[in-house]
T-cell receptor
Framework: KQEVTQIPAALSVPEGENLVLNCSFT??????LQWFRQDPGKGLTSLLL?????REQTSGRLNASLDKSSGRSTLYIAASQPGDSATYLC???????????FGKGITLSVRP | NAGVTQTPKFQVLKTGQSMTLQCAQD?????MSWYRQDPGMGLRLIHY???????DQGEVPNGYNVSRSTTEDFPLRLLSAAPSQTSVYFC?????????????FGQGTRLTVV
């Protein structure tokens, strides 16, 4: 059974800082990895999708990497802004039923 | 192109009442699913469908029914609401099963059972 861990549960940083959000997983037989953003009281917005054959994906100030051998993914946010404050979740697609297994998320607060 | 639309956004039910949470997508996606999100538990899969007429159970299916009569719609029915079903419910869709598909989520339905 896939288990996904995101530590720490919460993070507070000053504006402008580059930061890394970590996600670890136990089953390397994944199909793909998705990083989501969730604002309070809102739905999940897809940020980046990494296929199992890829090592990383970039979108603007965001870069996500995938290392199946170590069971880790990281989301790098460059030059953080207060508008980046949200909860970030990683999710892994495994198996034929396309079931996503989620981490519990990291709540990020970027201080002005 | 509205993506994944869920209704209602908020609902309060009394214990024992039944209701249907609606989910519709306009992206011609084959795969649709329902998750619930609870504090400290993360998102957990309730039911999913790989196409019209085909549904299956996820991790926490008890107390919920689904059907998929069209590609676009995937309603979730609560048969007899219980306080343990107080949660935020999310519907998601993706193009197909498989390795390289991106999942899209609705805005959620916040349900309170009293």
């Amino acid at each position: 059974k896939q288990e996904v861990t995101q530590i720490p549960a919460a993070l507070s940083v000053p504006e402008g800082e580059n930061l890394v959000l970590n996600c670890s997983f136990t089953d390397s037989a994944i199909y793909n990895l998705q990083w989501f953003r969730q604002d309070p009281g809102k739905g999940l917005t897809s940020l980046l999708l990494i296929q199992s054959s890829q090592r990383e994906q970039t979108s603007g100030r965001l870069n996500a990497s995938l290392d199946k051998s170590s069971g880790r993914s990281t989301l790098y946010i460059a030059a953080s802004q207060p508008g980046d404050s949200a909860t970030y979740l990683c999710a892994f697609l495994t198996g034929a039923n396309s079931k996503l297994t989620f981490g519990k998320g990291i709540t990020l607060s970027v201080r002005p | 192109n509205a993506g994944v639309t869920q209704t209602p956004k908020f609902q309060v039910l009394k214990t024992g009442q039944s209701m249907t949470l609606q989910c519709a997508q306009d992206m011609n996606h084959e795969y649709m699913s329902w998750y619930r999100q609870d504090p400290g538990m993360g998102l957990r899969l309730i039911h999913y469908s790989v196409g019209a007429g085909i549904t299956d159970q996820g991790e926490v299916p008890n107390g919920y029914n689904v059907s998929r009569s069209t590609t676009e719609d995937f309603p979730l029915r609560l048969l007899s609401a219980a306080p343990s079903q107080t949660s935020v419910y999310f519907c998601a869709s993706s193009y197909s099963q498989g390795r390289n598909t991106e999942a899209f989520f609705g805005q959620g339905t916040r349900l309170t059972v009293v």
